[in-house]
Every structure is written in structure tokens, then in C-alpha cells.
């Protein structure tokens, strides 16, 4: 069974640019979780979708958003980038509201230069 | 004060030792405590969670509970070099207002041959 696929794997952007981010979940999960998870730092909880609807917000600022596809599939979405966006960025997913079970992918590390 | 408090290590042992691993939480509504292992640069690796108080073993790992001191701990019995890792704790609750994962800062640990 495949498991969550996030592309790129690496993204290099300059302040102010906008940076796209993509998972592909689990197959059969409805649940998509975005985190990052900056150099010495804990993950941060960014965004929750389930069924193609935003059901949770971390603590970002609105230039953080994204959304979730018919085929649950996610895109995360980072406007006016700045310095301390760069960060490995990190994609769950988990059977509806199985928060207890998230299954990460490998991660995009964006860089903003 | 973090309302998850992980001791980031480095803790290194010898191979064959027991491992106890740690974090204490503020958040009494916390329903769900989970544990991660996560190898360098690659996503989290879910390893086990438990509902509500007590412990659950699986294999070389035993996680326990104390909700009345706020307490969670992994045991790796009989470590192994690959056990390296960074280990995450993560809490959730469910409420109304949706729902919130908090990651502990990650512990490093060395298992040396």
C-alpha cells in the first residue's frame, strides 16, 4: 500500500514569492493535516480537511492556506513568503477525524532566500 | 509555559539498554497521547498511542499514561543502533470547536554498537 507522497521535495523561493505545496493521502483516507516543522522546533499544527472542507486552523496567518481535492488529495499554499516560512512542511493523513492516527509523508523543505 | 514539555536530548546509550523517554503536559483535556519516531529527514513514523490513562505495549515498546500527574512516557527495551532517532510525543483533544495535536520538541536519541 502507497503511502503519503508529498512533491517537491525540495522548494527554493525568495521573500515575497508564493510557494505550492502537494500531498497525496493514503488511499481510503479522507482526512488531510498540514504541519511545519521549522529547525528546532516541534511540529505546528497549520490546517485539517476532510471532505474537501478547511475543519481546523493553527495559529498562521492568513497568507497560510490551501485545499483539498474530490480525490482528497491536498495543496497547501504559502503567499509573501517570508524568511521564517523556511521550514519543512509536513502532510498527514488519517481516516476521517482519526487524529490519533495521522500518517505523515516525507516532507517538503522549502527554502526562502 | 509549552503545554507539552519533551527534554530534546541528546540521550545516548549503549545497545541492549533500556530507553525511557519522556513528557509532561499542562492540558488536562488531552484525550490521546501518541508517540513518533522520526529518522532524519524523513516524516514522522507513528509507533503507538493510548486512550485516556494506562499502558500498551507493542513489541520492544511500552508507553504509559499518569493523567492524575500529566505524565507520558516510551520504554524501548533491549535498544538497538536502529532505534536512532528522534522521538516525538503528540497529545490530542476533541471538542466542538474541532480539534487540537500538540507535538512535543522531539528527544534525540543515540543507541551506540
Known amino acids: 500500500e502507497a503511502g503519503v507522497t508529498q512533491s517537491p521535495t525540495h522548494l527554493i523561493k525568495t521573500r515575497g514569492q508564493q510557494a505550492t505545496l502537494r500531498c497525496s493521502p493514503i488511499?481510503?483516507?479522507?482526512?488531510v493535516y498540514w504541519y511545519q516543522q521549522a529547525l528546532g522546533l516541534g511540529l505546528q499544527f497549520l490546517l485539517w480537511?476532510?471532505?474537501?472542507?478547511?475543519?481546523n486552523r493553527g495559529n498562521f496567518p492568513p497568507r497560510f492556506s490551501g485545499r483539498q481535492f474530490p480525490n482528497y488529495s491536498s495543496e497547501l499554499n504559502v503567499n509573501a513568503l517570508e524568511l521564517e516560512d523556511s521550514a519543512l512542511y509536513l502532510c498527514?493523513?488519517?481516516?476521517?477525524?482519526?487524529?490519533?492516527?495521522?500518517?505523515f509523508g516525507p516532507g517538503t523543505r522549502l527554502t526562502v532566500l | 509555559q509549552k503545554e507539552v514539555e519533551q527534554d530534546p536530548g541528546p540521550l545516548s546509550v549503549p545497545e541492549g539498554a533500556i530507553v525511557s523517554l519522556n513528557c509532561t503536559y499542562s492540558n488536562s483535556a488531552f484525550q490521546y497521547f501518541m508517540w513518533y519516531r522520526q529518522y532524519s529527514r524523513k516524516g514522522p513514523e507513528l509507533l503507538m498511542y493510548t486512550y485516556s490513562s494506562g499502558n500498551k505495549e507493542d513489541g520492544r515498546f511500552t508507553a504509559q499514561v499518569d493523567k492524575s500527574s500529566k505524565y507520558i512516557s516510551l520504554f524501548i527495551r533491549d535498544s538497538q543502533p536502529s532505534d536512532s532517532a528522534t522521538y516525538l510525543c503528540?497529545?490530542?483533544?476533541?471538542?466542538?470547536?474541532?480539534?487540537?495535536?500538540?507535538f512535543g520538541a522531539g528527544t534525540r536519541l543515540f543507541v551506540k554498537a
Open positions: 498527514a493523513s488519517s481516516l476521517r477525524g482519526a487524529l490519533n492516527e495521522q500518517f
Open positions: 488511499s481510503g483516507h479522507t482526512s
Open positions: 503528540a497529545m490530542s483533544e476533541m471538542n466542538t470547536g474541532g480539534f487540537k495535536t500538540i
Open positions: 480537511y476532510d471532505e474537501g472542507e478547511e475543519r
